[in-house]
């Protein structure tokens, strides 16, 4: 059966509109976007047609199958004004390719549709049939601006149904977002990569993510480079490769050779965690290409577990993040990156104070055990010349180096703060809490 939406708020030029749980359109009276809700009994009592400007429905589990989705075609053929879908069918094993057809089928009628997220995580019978159908549909949809695929452990997904999936992007003339998810996704491979890179264009918003899939290489990452280099207009990319163990430093400078060239990018994330054979010239590589973006604002990179990098990768990316005058939001992972010390952490506390407009911070040098009270003390220094600045979460934890002196001096500095909003901390052996701090703040 279609399961029951829960309540949630929806946002559209900055009108809320409230959702009941019941089967109701929300008519908003100074055009804020009308609603659709599904509930249990939708798909079986469906009269008339539905005008509404968002379709959501959420499923749960074992009860959402086939004839789910076969019931959500019928709602879809009867909203063709809807603009935005939004389908969650996280972990649901009776969904195979012959639902993902029902649902597409009735996608596709969406002449109007602008916006489209479909989530099929964990849901282990989908194939690269059920891709190829999904695709079909999306090249039919022409007003489409903005895509989020999940189909992340649906591991008899290949290589073939990302050429699938590449084919239909090429077609979709208006689209500016595209996310797509393919976590332990095991038989994708550099092939699959280059099939999406190679249909990437006129994008603002990039979003793909690969963890685990231990057969893509530095091939991949320079399929993306070649395409990013003709996306002048990006704005935000995110690129997950945790885990991909064949990535190295020839991969990172193929990747920061096309970063250079983009200067509207506004936000970057990387996630490079457990990516072995990494080293501090990978490192350097997107440090150098960091000076070049001059209008970025957020920065996420993780190098968690990457044991061949140094202090020089610390050094810099400090140096990338001086010329950054714009950044409001900054995190940095080196968990287990051993070989790191106060020297690293020093230069970046000097970068970090300069970065005036900085209002998050998020440092993480967890199991770096050569860190001592002093490198904390830089952090600290840092902190108290960022007026700006309302979130701040450290861990140090346990880098065993950090003394309970340390952590009080730190916990002392904090006190003429007043613009921290959030503070979280886990230091030396053991965690200092935001309610410690607040008591030492007080």
Known sequence: ????????????????????????????????????????????????????????????????????????????????????????????????????????????????????????????????????????????????????????????????????????????????????NFDYCKNITDQGVKSISDRLQRLSSIGLSFHKCKRITDQSLESLSESLQRLSSLQFISLNLRECKRITDQGLESLSESLQRLSSLQSISFDFTDCREITDEGVKSIGESLQELSSLKSISLE??????????????????????????????????????????????????????????MSLNFRWCEEITDQGLKSVSNSIQRLSSLHSVN?????????????????????????NLQSISLCLGAGRASSSTLEESHS
């Open 1 to 180: 059966m279609l399961s029951k939406i829960q309540s949630q708020q929806f946002k559209e030029d900055n009108h809320p509109v409230r959702l009941s749980k019941t089967n109701k359109k929300i008519v908003n009276r100074k055009n804020k976007p009308r609603i659709f809700l599904i509930n249990e009994t939708l798909g079986l009592q469906l009269s008339k047609r539905v005008n509404a400007s968002v379709l959501n429905y959420s499923g749960e589990y074992e009860e959402t199958s086939d004839g789910t989705l076969k019931r959500l075609k019928e709602v879809l053929r009867s909203s063709k004004a809807v603009q935005k879908v939004v389908i969650e069918c996280q972990r649901c094993d009776n969904i195979t390719d012959q639902g993902v057809k029902c649902l597409s089928d009735g996608l596709q009628r969406l002449s109007s549709l602008q916006s489209i997220s479909l989530n099929f995580q964990e849901c282990m019978n989908i194939t690269d049939e059920g891709v190829k159908n999904i695709s079909n549909s999306l090249q039919r949809l022409r007003s489409l601006q903005s895509i989020s695929l999940d189909f992340a452990s649906c591991d008899k997904i290949t290589d073939k149904g990302l050429q699938s999936l590449s084919e239909s992007l090429q077609r979709i003339t208006f689209l500016q977002s595209i996310h797509l």
């Open 303 to 360: 190098f968690e577990a990457c044991r061949k990098i140094t202090d020089q990768s610390v050094e810099t990316i400090s140096d990338g993040l001086q010329r950054l005058s714009s950044l409001q939001s900054i995190s940095l992972n080196f968990t287990v990156c051993n070989k790191i010390t106060d020297q690293g952490v020093n230069r970046l506390s000097k970068s970090l104070q300069e970065l005036s407009s900085l209002q998050s």
């Open 394 to 418: 450290l861990n140090f934890s346990p880098c065993k180096k950090i003394t309970n002196q340390g952590i009080k001096s730190f916990g002392e500095s904090l006190q003429s703060l007043e």
